[in-house]
């Protein structure tokens, strides 16, 4: 899916929602793990066919398909192949936070984008680019990395101060033939998530290139906008963990949207009683209305 098919559907449908499919079988509801043999799959029906008129993409969370071996994977399997079947036009995001060396990742990558066929995978970058590099050898797939996220120890690295060499003249030769032209290291102190986002942006392009940023931290948000102003952010951290829609919008929002909010927990458990689809569909569809409501501010509906 390329950048403007993802902005055109987001117009379409008035909405940036992204639901999380963090399908825990142990929160789902009772009636279905009594008498489904397949409950993973038989609650996330419910759920997309109760939401997907408000939605422009899912997320499974790939950690509770895995916690059920085999099985789970299948499920899984078959949850993507609903989604493409209710609607081709969602964008679907394998939520994997892989990162490994560079033959490790070309199987993750075979294993999302051509026997998962999903749109796009979330990548953990902090092995460097060749981690990363083999995602992208993939057209019209999308690379989302992790770089400010919504959950609290997030600040046991990723905001600490990175110092980096601006410029240096390593040549020794040069000192020795020309003294005035050397110079000394000049240093820069900047947020490591800034340099996740800055090397990732040389890394890829706005086609197949997201961040993951939490709305956790909206102010941090308009920071990121001025020196990503094109990209799309996937948001995470709306509802359950404290970061609101409106916020999002206002630190994040660039001409083209370039939002994907996440909700999870808040829309999929909503309810746990039978009426658990209805339940989620008020929910997705309180949410979508308030993003269209933005949208049509700014004229993208």
């Known amino acids: 899916m390329t950048y403007n098919e993802l902005y055109e559907n987001i117009r379409k449908k008035g909405s940036f929602l992204c639901i999380g499919l963090d399908s825990d ?14 409950p993973l799959f038989e609650f996330n ?4 066919d109760a939401t997907s008129r408000y939605a422009v993409a ?3 969370n790939l950690a509770f398909y895995e916690a059920e071996g ?4 299948r499920q899984l399997a078959m949850t993507l192949d609903y989604i493409r079947y209710k609607d081709p036009s969602l964008f679907i995001i394998a939520d994997a936070k892989r990162g490994d060396i560079g033959n490790t990742a070309g199987l993750y990558a075979k294993s999302f984008f051509e026997n998962l066929e999903c749109d796009a995978v979330t990548i953990a970058p902090y092995m460097g680019r ?8 993939y057209k019209g797939k999308w690379v989302i990395i992790l770089a400010l996220t919504s959950n609290p120890s997030a600040d046991d690295f990723e905001t600490l101060p990175v110092p980096g060499v601006i410029q240096i003249l390593e040549d020794s030769a040069l000192y020795e033939s020309d003294p005035i032209l050397y110079r000394e290291p000049n240093y820069s102190t900047e947020p490591l998530y800034k340099t996740v986002i800055d090397k990732a942006m040389k890394w890829g392009s706005t086609e197949n290139t997201m961040f993951v940023v939490g709305a956790t931290r909206a102010i941090k948000l ?4 001025e020196y990503c102003p094109h990209h799309f952010f996937l948001v995470p951290g709306v509802g359950t963990q404290g970061g609101s829609i409106a916020d999002v919008a206002r630190f994040g929002l660039n001409n083209r949207c370039g939002l994907i909010v996440n909700i999870s927990r808040n829309i999929i458990f909503a309810s746990k009683g039978e ?6 569909a008020r929910k997705a569809a309180e949410a979508a209305g308030e993003m269209c409501q933005i949208l049509s501010r700014h004229q993208m509906v």
């Open 45 to 48: 029906k419910a759920i997309i």
């Open 70 to 73: 085999a099985d789970g994977w």
């Open 130 to 137: 060749d981690s990363v590099e083999p995602f992208y050898k």
């Open 275 to 280: 009426d658990f689809a209805l339940a989620a």
């Open 222 to 225: 308009a920071e990121i906008r």
């Open 25 to 38: 079988l142990r929160q789902i509801p009772e009636h279905i793990r009594r008498n489904s043999s397949e």
């Open 58 to 60: 899912y997320k499974p």
